[in-house]
């Protein structure tokens, strides 16, 4: 899956990106099934993403909705009541032990560089920490409209572990990032004293289909 782009900065200083004075206040909390076409509206605004991909993005909601915490959970950012600022898929990669994935992690271009994505990114993180997750895997794209998004991984402690030359398309190759969680018995034995720091696939066990833009 190839992951939408996030943003950076922080969330709790940033200037509103509606333009209202002060700094911009978000709820967060898990997506309901009735903002599935806000959803959709934030992976297509991103601009980044074929017709097919979207749908995938939709298949992967829908799947979470149906059961909350199964395969996948979520995490959303409300910019208000029921105005969905950007969301995170993720969930335990099937026939790993530990292993999680990050398959969406999506901001709308209105709310980017504000920290959301940042923010959505730890949330998600403290949630597999939670869970006893060893690491966390995330797929992307080559393509030069995804470095944003690679520099955003780089930066929030992720490292390239693998590329797969024209997977996606001739000339475009996923990218993986890898993070391991400090403290995990099963970490393998040089990752032990590392310090945390600084695209969905469904049932099988496939590696999902990368979508993430996180231009927080």
Not at 95 to 109: E, F, G, M, R
Not at 115 to 136: D, K, P, T, Y
Not at 145 to 160: I, K, P
Not at 184 to 192: C, F, G, T, V
């Amino acid at each position: 899956m190839r992951v939408a782009q996030p943003g950076v900065g922080s969330a709790k200083s940033a200037p509103s990106a509606i333009g209202a004075p002060g700094p911009l206040q978000l709820e967060w909390k898990p997506p309901r099934r009735s903002q599935r076409p806000q959803v959709a509206a934030i992976v297509a605004e991103t601009g980044i993403f074929r017709p097919d991909e979207i749908d995938v993005a939709l298949e992967v909601f829908d799947a979470y909705c149906d059961a909350p915490g199964r395969d996948y959970s979520a995490i959303a950012a409300f910019a208000g009541p029921n105005e969905l600022a950007g969301f995170a898929i993720y969930g335990p990669t099937p026939c790993t032990v530990d292993t999680w994935d990050l398959y969406w992690i999506a901001v709308h271009p209105r709310f980017q560089r504000a920290g959301i994505g940042r923010s959505l990114l730890e949330r998600v993180e403290r949630h597999m920490r939670s869970s006893a997750a060893r690491m966390c895997v995330i797929e992307t794209s080559s393509r030069d409209d995804y470095a944003a998004t690679r520099d955003f991984y780089l930066a929030s402690g992720y490292e390239e572990v693998a590329r797969v030359p024209g997977f996606y398309a001739d000339g475009d190759d996923r990218v993986t990032y890898a993070r391991y969680f400090a403290g995990s018995l099963s970490l393998p034995k040089k990752n032990e004293s590392r310090e945390l720091g600084t695209k969905g696939q469904g049932e099988g066990c496939g590696s999902p289909l990368p979508l993430t833009s996180p231009n927080s």
